[in-house]
Nanobody
Framework: VQLQASGGGLVQAGGSLRLSCVAS????????MGWFRQAPGKEREFVAS????????NYADSVKGRFTVSRDNAKNTTYLQMNDLKPEDTAVYSC???????????????WGRGTLVTVSS
């Protein structure tokens, strides 16, 4: 099983980025895919998740209204559209898959290598 996150980069505050996470070696039919981030010197935190079968989404309070998570079942891919980015959003963003309840707790069965997002002020 491999998860590959991509789409990170350097952006000015107020800008947008779209991250992608492709899962291979696994058929996603249940559970959820989550997005997480870890800023320098801080612990990893939950950002957003989407249930694979029904598409229920969850967001951390810090990103509600600015980030949108979506999925393409046919491509085993989720997207994290990030708008109105702030310097405090700077972090390595990674994706993980697992049971919905565990994803919300920051636990995944499989993790992907992260992608760096840097937001300049």
């Amino acid at each position: 099983v491999q998860l590959q996150a991509s789409g990170g980069g350097l952006v000015q505050a107020g800008g947008s980025l779209r991250l992608s996470c492709v899962a291979s070696g696994i058929t996603l039919s249940t559970g959820a895919m989550g997005w997480f981030r870890q800023a320098p010197g801080k612990e990893r935190e939950f950002v957003a998740s989407i249930g694979w079968s029904v598409g229920i989404t969850n967001y951390a309070d810090s990103v509600k209204g600015r980030f949108t998570v979506s999925r393409d079942n046919a491509k085993n891919t989720t997207y994290l559209q990030m708008n109105d980015l702030k310097p405090e959003d700077t972090a390595v963003y990674s994706c993980g898959v697992g049971p919905c309840s565990l994803i919300l707790l920051g636990v995944a069965e499989y993790w992907g290598r992260g992608t760096l997002v840097t937001v300049s002020s």
